[in-house]
């Protein structure tokens, strides 16, 4: 080296040296990262946020100038000097190996490789395989471990590391003239590889922090949001390594873990950024897999070259012969040509732990295994699924079951509610019924919620049930003050009856509602008694028992306790002390009848949806409430929604007709593929004392 000292200006450290490893690097393997400076950091982000753009080249600099940094700072005790230059090389080919739009198409690349039955036909799977396998054998991992490392990548759980797997690969083919240069030995090689991929390494611990601090502090920058500005020396004190003392170490480092959680929220996981993530990763899998795809464009190109391929379908020389049909849905996605819009998010749901996103989104499709299917759906079915590994699993977990995040997204242009109902069957098996520990709903609700906000023409909504839960908890306390039950023996024989149904288990998979719903009202029941009328447990029944898998509640050993709720919800009207309190249990007397009433192959209901306005004061915002809404898959395989409006009042047709016709046009216009019936349900007699629901037609037209 000729000692000349090279400086470069960084938005985000200002003026910053590039050390003689950085010059000797990049100087003999410049192609490398000039095609860092065509990648964008942030993927496809800046494809939907434009302020996001910065070269992935910058937070290449950044993550080694964050490296060094950490040994300078670090006591020279903590990391032997015999590892200073392994891990200063691994910060300078870490990020080598990023392909186009980075997280997005490493993602697409390890989809394509994972779809299929026959991994012999599946040229990209071997693709990455091959080169996978031979990163792993240089790091002298044993037989399991290396099953265990190609595993975590083809189940997608680790596709966020893929591009290290390619670092270490470019690593390897320029080693020699590195070890050349620096007259390394043959076991730094192994250590700059672990650094690269295993996680079990100090160094790869390192290498995460640093590059951690640098691209949450030069993201904040980019998005606009706070500026954080840590000094180094506080983030890489003794105390955040496994030692004591630093002052700032622990509270640094909380800084950027708390700032990263909020870029997520705010920015990496915002819907529409989940949405194109997921509709490019597709295109670009189906891209992956054609015949006249090749490799080395998402190896050797960078994001405006791999671009140009998939959409205008021509390199610089050729056409690239790709599939056509694919080129415009990609041209249309980067056109802002297609829009996806969220309808509910289940932010943790348990599925068996051998089965991985893939097979999650086949078996929410009812989709076989294919070479395409995961591809092509959300085109043909208006719908697309994101799911993903939590970060954190959150306790309570089943051992055999893992938590993930699923979201369901419908084109605008395309709603179909067949598509979407056959979606919320598939996970009605494993939504949890109330909401636990730091969850304000459940699964239930947010799907109910999701589809309420379709239907409502202001877009807003609310759920309210309250008085209804209360009237049916009050029906269930008067059957255990008669002579029939003792105090709690009604809800342990109603659980009892559904626990003791063959197909419980394949109707209501849920660890959550056996471990916190189930189990704490049996415990209350057989060990406290006396804290039935203290607490809310018969509300907390109801709650449940209202969220749970219609068919499970149709079955001979639950239906029977369904009408005896029924029949002392009847006896209890005439005897309300106010019209009000006859109302709600009116409402919830057909809340229990449609509940009992089979209808179709699935059944969705709704009780409570209130139609809110935010635009207007607190005190105005709900506009009409829409008392019991009745979805389900008819025996001819269509999707129905009866909506009812519930009333003991004389001017029943004044009050509820026009807002029905509003509400069924708008759920017309939104789902034109939904039948749609409306109807008055009053009392059969109630000048007589008969109280038995009755149903009128409304003469609000219907659909289909």
């Known amino acids: 080296m000729n000692g000349k000292r090279d400086l470069w200006y960084d938005p985000l450290y200002r003026v910053v040296e590039k050390t003689e490893e950085i010059q000797f690097i990049e100087g003999h393997f410049k192609e490398l990262f000039d095609r860092l400076k065509g990648i964008n950091n942030l993927g496809i982000i800046p494809e939907v946020l434009e302020m996001a753009k910065y070269p992935k080249y910058e937070h290449h600099l950044g993550t080694v100038y964050q490296i060094n940094c950490l040994l300078e700072c670090m006591d020279k005790d903590m990391i032997p000097e015999v590892y200073h230059l392994p891990l200063k090389l691994s910060a300078l080919f870490l990020h080598s190996g990023h392909l186009p739009f980075t997280y997005s198409t490493e993602r697409a690349l390890l989809l394509a490789s994972s779809l299929g039955t026959d991994d012999r036909n599946n040229n990209a799977k071997n693709y990455v395989k091959k080169r996978i396998e031979r990163v792993l054998q240089q790091a002298n991992f044993d037989d399991k471990e290396r099953e265990k490392h190609l595993e975590k990548l083809f189940s997608v759980e680790n596709y966020k590391v893929l591009y290290r797997y390619f670092s270490c690969l470019i690593f390897l083919e320029k080693w020699k003239k590195i070890q050349e240069e620096y007259e ?43 500026r954080l500005d840590i000094s180094p020396k506080h983030l890489y004190g003794q105390g955040l390594l496994g030692h004591t003392s630093e002052i700032f170490s622990v509270d640094e480092k909380e800084l950027i873990e708390s700032n990263l959680d909020y870029l997520r929220e705010r920015f990496y996981d915002s819907d529409r950024i989940r949405w194109v993530s997921r509709l490019y990763e597709k295109i670009v899998a189906s891209l992956i897999l054609s015949k006249n795809f090749k490799m080395e464009w998402v190896d050797k190109l960078d994001d405006s070259e791999f671009k140009r391929i998939i959409t205008e379908n021509n390199t610089p020389n050729k056409p690239a012969n790709l599939s056509k049909n694919w080129i415009k849905r990609a041209n249309d996605l980067f056109e802002n040509g297609i829009h996806f819009s969220v309808v509910f998010e289940l932010s943790d749901i348990s599925f068996e732990k051998q089965k991985n996103v893939i097979d999650i989104e086949y078996k929410l499709l009812g989709k076989s295994e294919s070479t395409r299917g995961l591809l092509v759906y959300p085109f043909e079915k208006g719908l697309l ?252 395989d269509k999707a129905e929604c009866w909506i009812s409006a519930c009333s003991i009042a004389d001017d029943y047709e004044q009050k509820n007709r026009e807002q029905l016709d509003k509400l069924a046009r708008n759920i017309h216009r939104v789902y034109s593929d939904l039948r749609i019936r409306t109807r008055y349900i ?4 109630k000048g007589h004392g008969v109280w038995k629901p009755k149903e009128e037609e409304t003469g609000v037209g219907s659909w289909n």
């Open 184 to 226: 390394l030995k043959d076991e730094d090689k192994e250590t700059i590889i672990r650094n690269l991929i295993d996680s079990k390494n100090d160094g790869y611990r390192y290498l995460e922090l640093a590059n951690k601090a640098d691209f949450v502090q030069r993201d904040a920058l980019y998005f606009g949001t706070v």
């Open 385 to 636: 699924l994101d799911i993903e590994y939590l970060r954190k699993q959150r306790f309570p977990s089943h051992p055999n079951y893992w938590q993930f995040s699923v979201g369901v997204f419908q084109n605008d242009s395309q709603r179909r509610f067949i598509e979407l109902i056959n979606i919320i069957e598939q996970l009605s098996h494993y939504c949890s019924i109330i909401g636990v520990g730091d969850k304000k709903t459940s699964h239930i609700r947010n799907i109910r919620e999701g589809i309420c906000k379709q239907f409502s023409w202001t877009g807003s909504i609310r759920i309210d049930n309250k008085n209804v839960i209360e009237a049916i908890s009050e029906s269930i306390e008067n059957i255990e003050n008669g002579d029939a039950y003792e105090k709690g023996e009604f809800l342990s024989k109603f659980l009892k009856g559904l626990s003791s149904i063959e197909t419980f288990y394949e109707l209501w998979y849920n660890f959550e509602n056996q471990f916190f719903w189930l189990s704490r009202i049996e415990g209350i029941v057989k060990e406290h008694k006396e804290d039935i009328e203290k607490s809310d447990i018969r509300k907390y029944f109801v709650e449940g028992m209202l969220s749970l898998p219609v068919r499970l509640l149709q079955f001979k050993t639950t239906e029977k306790y369904l009408d005896e709720i029924y029949k002392k919800l009847l006896e209890m009207i005439p005897n309300a002390e106010s019209n009000e309190k006859k109302g709600y249990l009116f409402e919830a007397l057909l809340l229990i009848d449609s509940i009992r009433e089979k209808k179709g192959t699935f059944q969705f209901l709704i009780n409570g949806m209130v139609v809110v306005d935010p635009t207007k004061p607190k005190d105005e915002r709900d506009i009409h409430e829409f008392d019991v809404i009745e979805l389900f898959i008819n025996e001819s």
């Open 682 to 685: 009053i009392p059969e007699n």
